[in-house]
DNA sequence: CGTCAATTTCGAGGAACGTCGTACTATGGA
DNA sequence: TCCATAGTACGACGTTCCTCGAAATTGACG
């Protein structure tokens, strides 16, 4: 019993995103906060340095759906976790999208 | 009288669609296929030109959130009522989002 | 080693969502 | 007038989702 614990930070390939786990990622106003943040920062964010009206553990879910969706990627270091925005396969995905998405004034 | 006692097509304003309402309505894939189908037309469509896995109560259902989101605008003749997308209203809004869904391979 | 700080996992409650069938309205034609 | 057609309204059911608190994990530091 050595703990089989599977890697909680799996990403998925630039491949295997798609468009409707995207969209269906930054449909939740928590996320959408979390996505903007992110771009704003422009580099790596860590969870506490996140601004959300939601406990921690509900923090954690959010950015799981994000991970997992390919929106986000995050990488271990010591016992916090940065996250970062994957800009650049999202661009090449679907041009535009986060783009339109982030210039939205509402 | 103009309206005796139906409410049938309330479309918001352009000022009044939100990107987290345009997204929680694409993040669906009957009402994704929806949208392809109406882009790929490029005029409008009736309910039931649409080709989608779903039964007429359920795609009036989609085509309700659709066009309370904004992302769609229906006219009424006779008894068909023409889809079509408010391609741009949601460019002006949000610039590339449309573009960038419908570039979306997967 | 003991403790603290950062984050995740688990379980549960409640709300929102997608789906359908049936009944209904409204329009157009025979 | 009667009937077929196009679409909507309503109510119900099962599933998914968001949220939280409590317990567990992990690493840093004294």
Known sequence: MT??????LAHPERDEIT???VLRALADPVR???VRQLASAGTE??????DVPV???????HLGILRQAGV???RQEGTTRFNSLRRNDLD???PGLLD???????
């Open 3 to 8: 703990t089989p614990h599977l890697s909680p």
């Open 19 to 21: 468009v409707e786990g």
């Open 32 to 34: 959408l906060a979390i």
């Open 45 to 50: 964010v860590s969870c506490g340095g996140l």
């Open 55 to 61: 406990t921690k553990s509900t923090l954690t879910h």
């Open 72 to 74: 986000t990627s995050g």
């Open 92 to 94: 090449e995905l679907f």
């Open 100 to 106: 339109g998405v982030l210039a939205a004034r509402r």
